[in-house]
């Protein structure tokens, strides 16, 4: 059984289906089959060393967050077992558990992505009708780092009185744990006035430096581009050891309708740096747990193969780059696969991209077809092309399989 050695399609080597899905267990065939339509593949999880285990013990003792060290060191020793980037890669823990990254790109695209896919599994494992929520918030660079942890150790310090006891202690030994459980806690001064003022507790949001500013506001315009349910949560600030950019949490709103699915996750580029003393490697994970009280699909999975892929979508500028999540979206809800190249920004790359993988059918957006809402339909063999409204998008492509 051979290993998959490169995350491009086409050029994946296996010698049955068995060996190609080998890291992805029966049960959670439904999940990956979703994530399919993102990108990802199966891949086998990082192994570690005791004295790995115990580097990174110091930080977190999140699974998602180990394998993410584990992934960057490999990617640093150049021993990862793909070497075509960004890789999308994923990988079943146990029956409970999956993991899936998103490695070496820094572009927002994908920390929007990586959300996306998470919120689709949600639906896909709970039903369509259940309303789900996505949680984030931004850690921001070093600047914006230090300046909310002066404000929260500054806060902590003039409100120690006022704080509950458990958090107040806490907070001198792990401050950013304390600031967690400080969600839905109110605070208030202890002030001779008649009645106390309430403390606002600080929000990392406000302390962002203008270049995380920006790039948390890039993610929020992609995100908001979506139909999801979503909110900024300070109170998922997390270490800024390990987490370095966009972290989130996705469960369902109401939790009486499956209150075991947990979907976190975040970017860890930071980690290289911080504990390897070497340079960043861009890596998103997310970890999905809860899955052994999910119902299992009553119909047989059909995992995406290459022939099933007929579709390559292509975009240029970034007003078309805003419309990308959207039909990605749009094609996953059809069940209707197609490749992509998103960190390759110049078209010509993207078509070459397009010829090598020798799809049939090319989904264009531009800027023109960005402000009409509407895609590019190419004939790939005798070049005819037709524009097509996005709201019939879906009907024309099923009439094209």
């Not at 029966?26 to 580097?55: A, N, W, Y």
């Not at 010829?355 to 895609?375: F, T």
């Amino acid at each position: 059984m051979k290993k998959i050695v490169q995350i491009t399609k086409k050029t994946i080597t296996q010698t049955t289906i068995r060996a190609k899905h080998a890291y992805v267990l029966p049960e959670h065939m439904h999940l990956f089959r979703t994530l399919q339509h993102f990108g990802f593949i199966s891949l086998s999880r990082p192994e570690s060393t005791h004295l790995e285990q115990k580097v990174v013990s110091k930080y977190t003792t999140r699974n998602h967050v180990i394998d993410s060290f584990l992934i960057q060191k490999k990617v640093l020793d150049k021993t990862l077992e793909t070497h075509t980037f960004p890789a999308h890669i994923g990988y079943s823990v146990d029956k409970d558990t999956y993991i899936y990254h998103i490695v070496g790109t820094k572009k927002s695209i994908y920390d929007a992505l990586a959300i996306e896919a998470g919120y689709s599994v949600a639906q896909e494992l709970l039903g369509s009708k259940t309303e789900i929520l996505v949680e984030l918030n931004f850690i921001g660079d070093k600047e914006s780092v230090q300046r909310f942890s002066k404000e929260l150790h500054h806060f902590f310090k003039k409100y120690s009185d006022s704080i509950p006891k458990a958090i107040s202690t806490l907070a001198k030994k792990d401050m950013y744990g304390a600031y967690q459980m400080l969600d839905g806690v109110e605070i208030k001064s202890k002030s001779k006035k008649a009645e106390s003022e309430s403390v606002t507790i600080p929000n990392p949001i406000d302390y962002l430096s203008e270049t995380s500013r920006a790039e948390f506001k890039e993610i929020m315009e992609y995100i908001e581009s979506l139909d999801m349910n979503f909110r900024i949560q300070p109170f998922l600030f997390d270490c800024p050891e390990v987490w370095s950019g966009v972290i989130f949490s996705i469960s369902p709103l109401d939790k009486t309708k499956g209150d075991a699915l947990h979907i976190q996750g975040g970017r860890h580029d930071i980690m290289g740096k911080k504990i390897l003393n070497k340079k960043e490697v861009p890596i998103l994970s997310v970890e999905i747990t809860g899955l052994k009280k999910i119902a299992q699909p009553k119909r047989a999975i059909k995992i995406i193969d290459d022939n099933d892929i007929k579709f390559f979508y292509a975009q240029l500028g970034p007003e078309a780059r805003f419309k990308t999540l959207r039909v990605m979206d749009m094609m996953r809800c059809a069940q209707i696969p197609m490749h992509h190249a998103l960190s390759k920004e110049k078209i010509s790359a993207q078509l070459a991209h397009a010829e090598r993988l020798n799809v049939p059918y090319l989904l264009l957006v531009g800027h023109r077809e960005a402000l009409q809402n509407s895609v590019m339909v190419r004939n790939m063999k005798n070049l005819s092309q037709e524009s097509i409204n996005l709201e019939q998008l879906i009907e024309y492509l099923k009439k094209l399989l």
